[in-house]
């Protein structure tokens, strides 16, 4: 049974430009949440997708938007990329219902942004 | 605004010895708390969650204790092993209901280097 899987695992992109990041959730999992991770911090969440539906969302401006398919794997877009953009995307899966602490963190993508 | 924050950014052990990483949250509703552990190019990995309404709980090596008269959280792990060596984030989360449900705040970490 594959855990959280997370793709690509490293990219680099210019200022200004798009990226996408995907996730596919641990089987049996709906729930999907994005985190950003700076060096040396700890991670700060983005926003969660349930049912297709972003269900709750942090402080991240509108540059930040995803989505979740049908099978419930997701995508974190950015958009107009800044060099404060570059961290270690991390992405989450869950079972709705269940406790956070059942939620299962992928190996992350590593974003530079020069 | 809420946060989660650690006091020590990096805790140094003997091998063998015992190791307390302390943790300090502000949001008094707060209802849930959670120890994760991340090795260096992976993700954070679960360890042991504690409940507002516990004070102590324990897990295999590692007990989590939890005062909410001073809005305190610690992970002891007992008899330390180099394959504890990580960094250790508490994060918290809050009831259904309020601004927090369903997102994990994370504090910043505490580097845990553990001596042979």
């Known amino acids: 049974d594959a855990g959280v899987t997370q793709s690509p695992t490293h990219l680099i992109k210019t200022r200004g430009q798009q990226v996408t990041l995907r996730c596919s959730p641990k089987?049996?999992?709906?729930?999907v949440s994005w985190y950003q991770q700076a060096l040396g911090q700890g991670p700060q969440f983005i926003f969660q997708y349930y049912e297709e539906e972003e269900r709750q969302r942090g402080n991240f401006p509108d540059r930040f938007s995803g989505h979740q398919f049908p099978n419930y794997s997701s995508e974190l877009n950015v958009n107009a990329l800044l060099l404060g953009d570059s961290a270690l995307y991390l992405c989450a899966s869950s079972r709705s219902g269940l406790p956070l602490g059942e939620q299962y963190f992928g190996p992350g993508t590593r974003l530079t942004v020069t | 605004g809420e946060s989660v924050g650690l006091h020590l950014p990096t805790l140094s052990v003997q091998e063998g010895d015992n190791s307390i990483i302390n943790c300090a949250y502000s949001?008094?509703?707060?209802?849930?708390f959670i120890w994760y552990k991340q090795e260096s190019g992976k993700g954070p990995q679960f360890i042991i969650d504690?409940?507002?309404?516990?004070d102590k709980r324990q897990g295999q090596r590692v007990t989590v204790l939890l005062n909410k008269t001073v809005k305190h959280l610690s992970l002891q792990i007992a008899a330390t092993q180099p394959g504890d060596s990580a960094v250790y984030f508490c994060a918290e989360t809050s009831p259904p209901g309020s601004s927090n449900t369903g997102k994990l705040i994370f504090g910043q970490g505490t580097t845990l280097q553990v001596k042979p």
């Open positions: 089987s049996g999992h709906d729930t």
């Open positions: 504690i409940r507002s309404n516990m």
């Open positions: 949001n008094s509703a707060s209802d849930y």
